[in-house]
Structures are given as C-alpha cells and as structure tokens.
C-alpha cells in the first residue's frame, strides 16, 4: 500500500470559497453602509475596537494556542507598542517639521504610524526576547505569575512618568493630524436621501481598514508559521516536552520565538491602538485587559485562528454594542433596551464574564471553535490525570514522575 | 542621624506590620499549592470578602438598632471589645472559609484531572466574579472602616512610634501562625495535610480522604487571608471591592519568595517582603513601591525559583 | 571502534546511587542489552545518555566525545536516539507528523524561511514528508500516516516512536523495553524490526524484561542490579550466570533451578 506524500495546503472547498468571498465582501462593504447612517455610525468605531483585539488575541494565541505558554502580562507588550509610537512617534513628527518641503513634510508625518509599526514590533520583541530568556525556564503557572509581574510593572511605570518618557497617569496624546491619505478619502460624500443614507470617509472607517489589512496580514504569517517546522515543534513540546528535546527540539529556543514573535504582535496593535485614540494613558493596559485577551483566545479555542477571532468579537465587541445600542435612542427603540437595563448590562458583565471563564473551563474548555488537536488534548474526559500532564523534563529529573518509572 | 534611624526603626515597624498580614495570606497560597500544585488565583479575593464580612459584622454587632443593648456592652468595655472583635473574626473565618470552600468545589474540583492551564483561567474567572459580585452588592467604590479599635500612638524611639493596633495585629498574626504550625504538625488533620501534599496518589492509598483534606485546606486558607484582610481595613481604615488584588499578588511573591509549598517559608517571605517594600517606600518614592514587590518576584523566579527554604521549579531543559 | 564508552559512571540522587561506578562500551554495530530487575538504574543509564540527567561522576562518551552537560537536544543531533519505557508520543499529532517531528535536527527552516515559502522550504517540507514516509514504511505503519497517535493501538504506537527515533538519523538507538506489553507474535516482529535496524547500520542499546527478545537478538548483555554492573556477556553466558540469577529470582534460586534441571 501506498500513500501520497505531497505537502500541500490541503485545498479550499467550493463551500469554503463561497463563504471567504461572502465574509470579505461584509468585511469591506459592511462598515460603509454602517457609517452611511447616522444611528448606525457608531458601530464602525466599535469594529474597529474589536479589530485591535482581534490582533492582540491572534498575538497572545502563538503564546498560549500554539506554543502552551501562559502569559497574563501580555498587555505590556501592547503598552510598549502603543508608547513606542506615542514617544518615538512625537519624535519623529519634531525631526521631521525641521523638513522645508511642505509636501514631503506632511506625508512624512501623515505617514508617522506606518513607520512606527516596524520599530514598536522591534521594541517589543526584544522587550519579550529579554524577559523570556530568563522566565521561559519556569514551570507553566509560574511563568503566569512573572508575566503578571512583569505587565504590573511596565503599567506602575508608565503611572510614574518613567524616565520622565510617559507623562504619568496623566497619559500622553499622539501628535500626528491627519493620517496618510485621509483627507483625500474624505472629500467624495454620497447621499441617498430616500433612505436617510448619507456616507462620507471618517476617522474611523480609516482605523477600521488599516486593522482588517493588519489582521490579513497576521492571519497570513501565524497560517505559515503554524505550518512549518517551528509551528509542528510548538505543538510537539506543547504535547511532551521530553520527548520534543528528544528528537532535537531546542525547547528554549522553540519558546521563546513564540514569546518573541507574541510580543511582537502585541507592539503592533499597540501602534495602531494609539494612533486610533490619539491619547493613552496607562488605565488602558491594566490586568484585567490581560485577562480579557487570553480569555478571547480561551473562549474562543486556543491555536484556532477562527475560534481566536470568534472569542475577540464577543468579548471585545458584545458589551460595546450593547452599551452603544442603548445610547442610540433609535436603535434602543427598536430593541427595546432602556437605559437602566443598558447600564445594568454593562455592569452585570464582568460579573458574567468571570462566570463564563469557570463554567468554560469546566464544560468546554476547548473553545467555542476548537482546532482540532487542542480540542482533542484539553478535555479532561481524556485519561490524562493532573500527574501525566506534568510530566515535564524537570518532573522526570527530579524523580517525581507519577508514573512509577524506573530509575 | 538619629532621624534617619527613626524612619528606619519606623520602616521596620510599618514593614513587619504589613508583613504580617502578608504572611496570613501566603499560607494560604502555600497550603493550597502544597497539596494541588496550583496557583489559588482567587485567593485574594478571599482577603477582599472577609473585610467585608468583618466590616459588616462589626458594624452590625455595634448598631444599637440592630442588637440593641448589646451595641453598648460590646463598645463599653476592654472586655466587650475582646468579645467583639473575636466574633468580629470568626464571623468572617467561617464565612470566609466556607466560600472558599464552595470555590473549590465548584470552580476547581470539576478541573482536577485538567491540564494545568485550565484551573488557574478558572480561578482568574472566580476572581473576577466575586469582585464584580462585591462591587454590584455593595454598590459603592469605598467605604470606611469604622474605627473602633482603640488607636493609640506609643513613641519608642525617635519620632519612630508604634500604635495598639500594629502590636494588636502582630500578637493575632504570631498566634495564628503558631496555632496553624502546631495543627499542621500534631493533629491527624494536619498530618494527612503533610501526607497529600507528599504524594497524593500515596495518600489516598493509605485511606486518607483526599477530598476532605482538600476542602479543609480550601478552608483554613482562605480563614486566614479573612483575618488579613479585616486586619486590612482596620489598618487603612478602608475597604475596596479590588483591594485584594495587589496584597494578592505580594503574597503570592511572598510564598514564593519562601519557597512554595513551605509553611514556614510563607511566613519568612512574607515578613521579609512587607519589610523590604516599607524600607523601599520610604527611601524611595512611594509610588514605585509596589514595583519593589514585582521586582522582587521577578528576580527570586529567576535566580532561586525555589525560594528561600523551597524546592526547586525551573524546568531544565 | 566503541561507539559507547562509559567510565565509572555514576548517579546519586540524594541518598541513592541509581547508577554506581558503571563501565560499560559498546561497539559499532552490535546489538546490547541492558538488563536488570527494576530499578536497576538501566533507564537512569539511558537519561545520563541522552541529556536528561549530567552524571554526578565518571565519564560518557558518545563518539570520543563527551555527553555530560549537553542537552537532550544537541546529543539528538549528535547521533543518539531513544524510545521511552512509557511511550511518549504526540498525541495529538497525526503518525506523519510524530515521524516528521523526528527530522527536526535533520532540517533547518527557520521562521523566515516558514513566512517566505521559498524553494528552499518547499524542498525541505517536502523531504521532511518523504522520510517520514520512509520510516513509516520501513516500521509497517504507513496505513496509519493520518491517524492521530493516541488512537493507535499500544503495539504500534511502540513502533511509531521507534520510527521517530530512526527519522532522527542516529547512530545509537537506545530503546527503553520496546517489548514490554507485546503479546508473543508482536515481541517477534520486534524482534525482527530490530535487525533489520541494524542492517540500516545503526547500533542498538536495549533494555528489555523479554528475556526471550534479549536472548534471540542481542550480541552482548549487561545486567545491572541497585546500581551496580554485576554481569557482562554473550546471551549464553548471562543466562547461566550465579549473581544475574539471584539478582532476578532471590537467593537460592540458583539451588532450586539446578534441582529442576
């Protein structure tokens, strides 16, 4: 018997394709109709907030999904990319305005966050490269705690104008007008008067774009990464470290490229998340945002790129279109949300959410769209008991295997 | 000179006081680390409800409204405070341990058999939900801690003084650690504690009851960081629906700092810890003092994963 | 020329010594068997081979060269590969991808090369894919490529892991009881699987409870009791040995088996 052994990327069904021409047609045409009405417009600040996450949860999911790793302080890498572009980027708009030429003058500082986004990626994988070569060799959940530690840490310094860079609790806003191109998509306005419909470009609509071209781009690069040696080896040490060092997997290395190659996500999305707010301030890289971020990649279905996706809308996009919904009269009207039930929703969802991460753990913890493999590894119907799960290398050095080995 | 050893005398009181509380709360780390090698994430929680419970228990026992001439018993003398404040205590221990209890049935034990990961995100989940339960309950950001413990500053060296309450404090924690230590080693209980957290599997096949043992050190550990957390807001005269999260996470590093998994080491970083932070605090500016606490989790994973009186972490690979 | 050569190695932990003072070598090509009741030190021996443990004293030596302090990793791709007493495999990984898994140290593609697709990559992926085939081939398991690991049955997933050893091209394959749970028709195909690795020209260490596999394929035989070599021999040898039969059966063994003869 014989068995094919092309590599390949296994194919796209007709029903597949069907359904990736209908998604990016909403993807691209959705947030102008949205914006074309006025109690709607709202909605693409929304999607373009829950873009931002969809980023950051594709980020953390090389960390957790792929390589196993538990990291809480993942929004410090997201702080260090938004205050790379509001620090580097401030100075770059000061060198640039000593430029006579008016022209290139202002596409340059137009442009400011395009040039941001290579050097806050940079800044903050080599942040990740730095605090995982000493960390990466701790146990799962103490690695947990550190990176708490650590996204405490970069949060309290940012608080206290660290080297006199951050402007403290205070916050600091991102110097740059207009970004590249904006004003020019801003003059053609289409009104469709019979149906209310009224659409011209925003600010928003910009952001929006610019996150779905970088969420592309992410899915693009994890879809390869997965696919290859790196990405088999994630899984391989994920499944058995021992056996992964065994067959020469480097396990140091093999994490901290996942660390790395998280952070560096992380910084991304922090650029674009504070040029898209022209402001930020240290309360916006908290703990709880931590927790928000690998609860999406949780919820989701860790090392699924759709079930990742799926988890950053729900959790980052329900509670904003609520509350949103609410304070649209219109809309509210239509779904018959008052305020007080609005405001009870929007404070009742952290309760819920906490909720929702016992009773996941507990019932499905393999994700609302699980990938496969995780799927099958995290239900605790398996026979795996908490001992063989921890058959780490340093279990087996020590002794302490569980599983009565002989010495 | 001599001021400078004033605000060191008076660091090292602040310190031990503040480490004290530390130590209540890592044991509770430790002892459940110790027998199901997890992170009890909600465990700070615990610390935040029971000043809840001690706060509305003390301001129940002393509202003439509601026990009447009681009230006055409990306020009128040294002897009524003593009452009032033991009951004040084992309202909140009881109660206090019993949800951490229910947290452990509920939100842990479904998970035993799951891979590490799966515990802690549910024990992030708790930790979230009861804070949020805390807050819509209470339904106010603050509130004060009435102060009915009779305050009273005792100059000791310098300008460096020391109050009634820190010494009260201290005397409560010194002997509940030593209560906990003596139970730990002598009693049946404490002894199959000892056992589990050797080997589990071992225990269970010398007929003791794993489950029990477990409830009971979801008990005792979250009883603890009760008394710390009343011991909390009596001491900052406030109490906050997310006030367990930082004292949460510093005795976590305490614990670690101990070396995890060791009583004794729990109560050893944790003093060290709350005496580093007061010394750093007031050497230094006091809004970098809780990055003394991280700095110190941080470098002690790094360098001697094991604590100070632990075995070792790093997986070596 | 000796392949392996281990000086007085020895290896506490705490108070035990699983290994103490062992010297044993072996030779290109040949076949030897680690034998011992448990606990012997016989997987401790392989975990100072390949890195898991760095002997508290004496010497290993892999090739003229050193293993002690290296990682597990790097003695793979020194040329030393190894099954494990209770299977380790990844399983949740297909069987392709176990034996693909294997061909990490023998293929190079960084993330780089993974983003960019080049020629480069596509060879390689495609390389990777054919040895592992091979290896599947070469153990019978190539019906099974696209099945998850865990869902093969134990005899197989005994081969599976020999097949990722071999896809790691060693010169030493360490094999740590493959026969254990074999009923008697698999413990014969192993052992034919067996020779037929070393026809491949790799050299086999093995340790093994089958004294029936032991006996039909290997050239010499160590035995190790509580840590210490008490015999060395031609399979002959051992089986007629006073001190293994004692270590194995209890003293007086030896009395009751010769009145049996």
Same mark, same amino acid.
């Given at each position: 018997?014989?068995?094919?052994?092309?590599?390949?990327?296994?194919?796209?069904?007709?029903?597949?394709?069907?359904?990736?021409?209908?998604?990016?047609?909403?993807?691209?045409?959705?947030?102008?109709?949205?914006?074309?009405?006025?109690?709607?417009?709202?909605?693409?600040?929304?999607?373009?907030?829950?873009?931002?996450?969809?980023?950051?949860?594709?980020?953390? %999911?090389?960390?957790?999904?792929?390589?196993?790793?538990?990291?809480?302080?993942?929004?410090?890498?997201?702080?260090?990319?938004?205050?790379?572009?509001?620090?580097?980027?401030?100075?770059?708009?000061?060198?640039?305005?000593?430029?006579?030429?008016?022209?290139?003058?202002?596409?340059?500082?137009?442009?400011?966050?395009?040039? @941001?986004?290579?050097?806050?990626?940079?800044?903050?994988?080599?942040?990740?490269?730095?605090?995982?070569?000493?960390?990466?060799?701790?146990?799962?959940?103490?690695?947990?705690?550190?990176?708490?530690?650590?996204?405490?840490?970069?949060?309290?310094?940012?608080? %206290?104008?660290?080297?006199?860079?951050?402007?403290?609790? @205070?916050?600091?806003?991102?110097?740059?007008?207009?970004?590249?191109?904006?004003?020019?998509?801003?003059?053609?306005?289409?009104?469709?008067?019979?149906?209310?419909?009224?659409?011209?470009?925003?600010?928003?609509?910009?952001?929006?774009?610019?996150?779905?071209?970088?969420?592309?781009?992410?899915?693009?690069?994890?879809?390869?990464?997965?696919?290859?040696?790196?990405?088999?080896?994630?899984?391989?040490?994920?499944?058995?470290?021992?056996?992964?060092?065994?067959?020469?997997? %480097?396990?140091?290395?093999?994490?901290?490229?996942?660390?790395?190659?998280?952070?560096?996500?992380?910084?991304?999305?922090?650029?674009?998340?504070?040029?898209?707010?022209?402001?930020?301030?240290?309360?916006?890289?908290?703990?709880?945002?931590?927790?928000?971020?690998?609860?999406?990649?949780?919820?989701?279905?860790?090392? +699924?790129?759709?079930?990742?996706?799926?988890?950053?809308?729900?959790?980052?996009?329900?509670?904003?279109?609520?509350?949103?919904?609410?304070?649209?009269?219109?809309?509210?009207?239509?779904?018959?949300?008052?305020?007080?039930?609005?405001?009870?929703?929007?404070?009742?969802?952290?309760?819920?959410?906490?909720?929702? @991460?016992?009773?996941? @753990?507990?019932?499905?913890?393999?994700?609302?769209?699980? +990938?496969?493999?995780?799927?099958?590894?995290?239900?605790?119907?398996?026979?795996?008991?908490?001992?063989?799960?921890?058959?780490?290398?340093?279990?087996?050095?020590?002794?302490?295997?569980?599983?009565?080995?002989?010495? | 000179?001599?001021?400078?050893?004033?605000?060191?005398?008076?660091?090292?009181? $602040?310190? *031990?006081?503040?480490?004290?509380?530390?130590?209540?709360?890592?044991?509770?780390?430790?002892?459940?680390?110790?027998?199901?090698?997890?992170? $009890?994430?909600?465990?700070?929680?615990?610390?935040?409800?029971?000043?809840?419970?001690?706060?509305?228990?003390?301001?129940?026992?002393?509202?003439?409204?509601?026990?009447?001439?009681?009230?006055?018993?409990?306020?009128?003398?040294?002897?009524?405070?003593?009452?009032?404040?033991?009951?004040?205590?084992?309202?909140?221990?009881?109660?206090?341990?019993?949800?951490?209890?229910?947290?452990?049935?509920?939100?842990?034990?479904?998970?035993?058999?799951?891979?590490?990961?799966?515990?802690?995100?549910?024990?992030?989940?708790?930790?979230?939900?009861?804070?949020?339960?805390?807050?819509?309950?209470? $339904? #106010?950001?603050?509130?004060?801690?009435?102060?009915?413990?009779?305050?009273?500053?005792?100059?000791?060296?310098?300008?460096?003084?020391?109050?009634?309450?820190?010494?009260? *404090?201290?005397?409560?924690?010194?002997?509940?650690?030593?209560?906990?230590?003596?139970?730990?080693?002598?009693?049946?209980?404490?002894?199959?504690?000892?056992?589990?957290?050797?080997?589990?599997?071992?225990?269970?096949?010398?007929?003791?009851?794993?489950?029990?043992?477990?409830?009971?050190?979801?008990?005792?550990?979250?009883?603890?960081?009760?008394?710390?957390?009343?011991?909390?807001?009596?001491?900052?005269?406030?109490?906050?629906? $997310?006030?367990?999260? *930082?004292?949460?996470?510093?005795?976590? #590093?305490?614990?670690?700092?101990?070396?995890?998994?060791?009583?004794?080491?729990?109560?050893?970083?944790?003093?060290?810890?709350?005496?580093?932070?007061?010394?750093?605090?007031?050497?230094?500016?006091?809004?970098?003092?809780?990055?003394?606490?991280? *700095?110190?989790?941080?470098?002690?994973?790094?360098?001697?994963?094991?604590?100070?009186?632990?075995?070792?972490?790093?997986?070596?690979? | 020329? &000796?392949?392996? !050569? &281990?000086?007085?190695?020895?290896?506490?932990?705490?108070?035990?010594?699983?290994?103490?003072?062992?010297?044993?070598?072996?030779?290109?090509?040949? =076949?030897?068997?680690? =034998?011992?009741?448990?606990? &012997?030190? /016989?997987?401790?021996?392989?975990?100072?081979?390949?890195?898991?443990?760095?002997?508290?004293?004496?010497?290993?030596?892999?090739?003229?060269?050193?293993?002690?302090?290296?990682?597990?990793?790097?003695?793979? /791709?020194?040329?030393?590969?190894?099954?494990?007493?209770?299977?380790?495999?990844?399983?949740?990984?297909?069987?392709?991808?176990?034996?693909?898994?294997?061909?990490?140290?023998?293929?190079?593609?960084?993330?780089?090369?993974?983003?960019?697709?080049?020629?480069?990559? /596509?060879?390689?992926?495609?390389?990777?894919?054919? !040895?592992?085939? /091979?290896?599947?081939?070469?153990?019978?398991?190539?019906?099974?490529?696209?099945?998850?690991?865990?869902?093969?049955?134990?005899?197989?997933?005994?081969?599976?892991?020999?097949?990722?050893?071999?896809?790691?091209?060693?010169?030493?394959?360490?094999?740590?009881?493959?026969?254990?749970?074999?009923?008697?028709?698999?413990?014969?195909?192993?052992?034919?699987?067996?020779?037929?690795?070393?026809?491949?020209?790799?050299?086999?260490?093995?340790?093994?409870?089958?004294?029936?596999?032991?006996?039909?394929?290997?050239?010499?035989?160590?035995?190790?009791?509580?840590?210490?070599?008490?015999?060395?021999?031609?399979?002959?040898?051992?089986?007629?040995?006073?001190?293994?039969? !004692?270590?194995?059966?209890?003293?007086?063994?030896? &009395?009751?088996?010769?009145?049996?003869?």
């Amino acid at each position: 018997m014989d068995i094919q052994t092309k590599v390949g990327d296994g194919g796209w069904s007709k029903g597949k394709i069907a359904l990736a021409v209908v998604g990016a047609i909403l993807l691209v045409f959705l947030p102008v109709v949205l914006q074309g009405f006025v109690a709607m417009s709202f909605l693409v600040r929304i999607l373009a907030v829950v873009g931002i996450y969809v980023m950051l949860a594709l980020g953390l %999911n090389i960390v957790v999904g792929y390589a196993g790793l538990l990291d809480l302080g993942y929004i410090a890498f997201y702080a260090m990319g938004a205050y790379s572009a509001a620090v580097v980027g401030n100075l770059f708009v000061k060198a640039v305005s000593h430029i006579g030429a008016v022209g290139l003058r202002e596409f340059l500082t137009s442009s400011t966050f395009i040039f @941001m986004l290579p050097v806050a990626a940079l800044i903050a994988a080599l942040t990740g490269i730095s605090l995982g070569t000493p960390v990466l060799r701790l146990r799962g959940d103490y690695l947990a705690i550190v990176t708490l530690g650590f996204g405490e840490l970069i949060r309290i310094l940012a608080t %206290n104008n660290f080297l006199g860079l951050t402007n403290g609790a @205070m916050g600091m806003s991102i110097n740059v007008p207009n970004p590249v191109g904006l004003v020019a998509m801003q003059k053609p306005v289409i009104n469709i008067p019979a149906v209310g419909f009224s659409f011209q470009f925003s600010v928003n609509l910009y952001w929006y774009y610019v996150v779905v071209l970088l969420i592309c781009f992410t899915i693009f690069i994890v879809r390869r990464l997965d696919n290859s040696r790196l990405g088999r080896s994630w899984v391989a040490m994920r499944e058995d470290e021992v056996a992964a060092a065994s067959v020469g997997v %480097n396990i140091r290395t093999a994490k901290l490229w996942a660390f790395a190659l998280g952070a560096l996500w992380g910084g991304l999305a922090g650029v674009v998340f504070a040029n898209f707010q022209g402001f930020i301030t240290p309360d916006s890289f908290s703990f709880l945002e931590s927790v928000f971020v690998v609860s999406m990649v949780v919820l989701g279905g860790m090392g +699924s790129i759709p079930g990742v996706i799926i988890g950053a809308a729900l959790i980052g996009g329900l509670p904003a279109i609520i509350q949103g919904v609410a304070q649209s009269p219109m809309l509210a009207s239509v779904f018959h949300i008052d305020a007080p039930t609005a405001s009870a929703i929007a404070n009742y969802r952290y309760l819920l959410f906490g909720l929702l @991460m016992v009773v996941m @753990m507990a019932w499905r913890p393999q994700g609302i769209l699980p +990938s496969k493999r995780r799927a099958r590894e995290l239900h605790p119907e398996d026979e795996k008991t908490l001992e063989e799960e921890d058959q780490s290398l340093w279990a087996v050095e020590h002794g302490i295997d569980g599983s009565g080995h002989d010495l | 000179m001599q001021a400078q050893l004033a605000t060191i005398v008076q660091q090292l009181i $602040n310190g *031990i006081t503040l480490g004290s509380m530390y130590a209540l709360v890592a044991l509770g780390y430790t002892l459940v680390y110790g027998i199901l090698l997890m992170i $009890n994430f909600a465990h700070s929680e615990m610390f935040m409800v029971g000043a809840y419970v001690g706060l509305f228990t003390l301001t129940g026992l002393t509202n003439p409204h509601l026990v009447g001439g009681l009230a006055a018993f409990f306020k009128g003398s040294g002897f009524g405070l003593v009452i009032l404040f033991a009951l004040v205590f084992v309202v909140a221990m009881i109660a206090v341990g019993c949800l951490g209890m229910l947290v452990e049935r509920f939100a842990y034990r479904p998970l035993r058999n799951a891979p590490r990961l799966a515990p802690l995100i549910s024990a992030i989940g708790v930790s979230i939900f009861l804070q949020n339960a805390v807050l819509l309950w209470v $339904n #106010t950001m603050a509130l004060p801690f009435p102060q009915v413990f009779p305050v009273k500053e005792i100059t000791i060296y310098g300008s460096a003084q020391v109050s009634t309450l820190q010494i009260f *404090i201290l005397v409560t924690v010194i002997i509940l650690l030593t209560a906990l230590d003596t139970f730990v080693a002598r009693t049946r209980m404490g002894k199959a504690m000892r056992a589990t957290s050797q080997d589990r599997e071992a225990a269970g096949l010398m007929g003791i009851d794993i489950n029990r043992v477990i409830t009971f050190t979801f008990f005792i550990g979250p009883a603890l960081g009760a008394v710390a957390g009343i011991f909390n807001g009596m001491y900052y005269g406030v109490v906050l629906w $997310n006030m367990g999260f *930082i004292p949460g996470i510093k005795s976590f #590093t305490a614990a670690v700092l101990g070396g995890i998994g060791n009583l004794r080491g729990a109560i050893l970083g944790g003093f060290l810890l709350g005496i580093v932070e007061s010394l750093a605090s007031g050497f230094l500016s006091t809004g970098y003092k809780d990055v003394v606490a991280f *700095i110190v989790l941080i470098l002690v994973l790094i360098f001697r994963p094991g604590g100070l009186l632990g075995e070792s972490v790093v997986e070596k690979v | 020329m &000796a392949i392996v !050569e &281990a000086t007085n190695a020895t290896m506490q932990f705490g108070g035990l010594k699983a290994v103490n003072d062992v010297s044993i070598h072996i030779d290109e090509g040949e =076949i030897v068997a680690l =034998i011992g009741p448990n606990g &012997a030190g /016989k997987t401790t021996m392989f975990n100072m081979l390949t890195g898991i443990y760095k002997p508290t004293s004496g010497v290993l030596a892999f090739n003229g060269v050193s293993v002690a302090g290296k990682k597990p990793h790097q003695i793979c /791709k020194m040329g030393i590969a190894r099954t494990f007493q209770n299977i380790r495999l990844f399983a949740n990984m297909t069987t392709l991808e176990n034996v693909m898994m294997g061909r990490h140290t023998r293929s190079t593609a960084g993330p780089w090369q993974a983003i960019l697709r080049g020629p480069g990559f /596509k060879r390689e992926e495609q390389r990777t894919t054919d !040895e592992a085939a /091979k290896w599947l081939r070469f153990v019978g398991l190539i019906g099974q490529a696209n099945e998850l690991a865990k869902n093969l049955p134990y005899g197989q997933q005994r081969r599976l892991e020999i097949a990722r050893a071999l896809a790691t091209e060693p010169k030493l394959l360490l094999l740590d009881e493959p026969a254990a749970g074999m009923n008697t028709r698999e413990s014969a195909d192993l052992t034919k699987l067996v020779g037929r690795i070393r026809k491949t020209g790799v050299t086999v260490l093995l340790i093994e409870h089958d004294m029936k596999v032991v006996m039909d394929i290997a050239d010499r035989i160590y035995v190790l009791d509580f840590g210490e070599l008490i015999a060395e021999g031609k399979p002959v040898e051992i089986q007629r040995n006073p001190k293994v039969i !004692e270590a194995y059966l209890g003293k007086g063994a030896e &009395a009751m088996l010769a009145q049996q003869a």
